[in-house]
T-cell receptor, first 110, second 112 residues
């Protein structure tokens, strides 16, 4: 089976940096996804990590440590529009169906 | 390019009624997934199609749920008869190759 843990809620200030952690337990590892979901909208793809290390994409970066079963999403220069839920997910082997964490609801304050 | 679309966006029905949800994947995406998020819980997998074939329906809650994908294009998910615990948001996603899944906006189902 697969299990994913991430904090339920986080609050940060506009312009600041926030790190959203995700720990996972999987029977086989096939990479890790981060999605962003605004209320009432579709989850949208942010990043995919399959190798250890940090991948940077503009204001967003994602880190993976396979030996620790750990990933984080780093958001820099926070903007009000970054207020959303951030979902950590791992695909299973073969069908690539995603197992999601419960999501971290980030609130960015002025 | 159009994204994944779902219809309806909201549905409110009474217990015992039937509801059919529709998903139109991105054109050319052979893989189609249905997921569901019930109140306070994480998004959970329901089933997976490759073209018109069901690859895995291990996530379907029970036999009141029936999914089809005739012709390998759009898919429908029918709930008959609906129960209170079926309330939630039903997401559809499609994937091409070995890449990320693209999600639709979801159908919010409320069973009264």
């Amino acid at each position: 089976g697969q299990n994913i843990d991430q904090p339920t809620e986080m609050t940060a200030t506009e312009g600041a940096i926030v790190q959203i952690n995700c720990t996972y337990q999987t029977s086989g590892f096939n990479g890790l996804f981060w999605y962003q979901q605004h209320a009432g909208e579709a989850p949208t793809f942010l990043s995919y990590n399959v190798l250890d290390g940090l991948e940077e994409k503009g204001r967003f970066s994602s880190f993976l440590s396979r030996s620790k079963g750990y990933s984080y999403l780093l958001l820099k220069e926070l903007q009000m529009k970054d207020s959303a839920s951030y979902l950590c997910a791992v695909p299973d082997t073969g069908r690539r169906a995603l197992t999601f964490g419960s999501g971290t609801r980030l609130q960015v304050q002025p | 390019e159009a994204g994944v679309t779902q219809f309806p966006s909201h549905s409110v029905i009474e217990k015992g009624q039937t509801v059919t949800l529709r998903c139109d994947p991105i054109s050319g995406h052979d893989n189609l997934y249905w997921y569901r998020r019930v109140m306070g819980k994480e998004i959970k997998f329901l089933l997976h199609f490759v073209k018109e074939s069901k690859q895995d329906e291990s996530g379907m809650p029970n036999n009141r749920f029936l999914a089809e994908r005739t012709g390998g294009t759009y898919s429908t998910l029918k709930v008959q008869p609906a129960e209170l615990e079926d309330s939630g948001v039903y997401f559809c996603a499609s994937r091409a190759g070995y890449n990320e899944q693209f999600f639709g906006p979801g159908t919010r189902l409320t069973v009264l």
